[in-house]
């Protein structure tokens, strides 16, 4: 359930991973404060231009519900990928 919103939104085990990586800011029209898509995913769609594999630290997207304006902020998620080998680094680690 997304807080705020008034109905569950179904998502992929995709995005739920990526999902902790990402501060989602509340949608600034209804507050929703998720993605209908991964961010990766996400990302492909608002910057076709962005070669494979590069992460932006922050981007804006469009609210799926009503249109309006979403701010996804990269976060640190050292805390939840304890489990990670320190030299095999996922995709969104590639800057550290
Ligand atoms: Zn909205």
Not at 70 to 91: G, I, Y
Request: charged share 25%.
């Amino acid at each position: 359930m997304p807080a705020g919103g008034e109905h569950p939104v179904l998502v992929t085990d995709k995005y739920l991973r990526e999902r902790s990586a990402w501060t989602i800011h509340p949608c600034q029209k209804c507050g929703l404060t998720e993605l209908f898509d991964a961010p990766s995913d996400l990302m492909r769609v608002v910057f076709p231009n962005v070669p494979e594999g590069a992460v932006m630290e922050a981007f804006t997207s469009f609210c799926p519900l009503c249109g309006g304006v979403q701010a996804l902020e990269f976060r640190e998620s050292r805390d939840q990928n304890v489990e990670t080998p320190p030299r095999q680094k996922a995709w969104w680690q590639i800057w550290k």
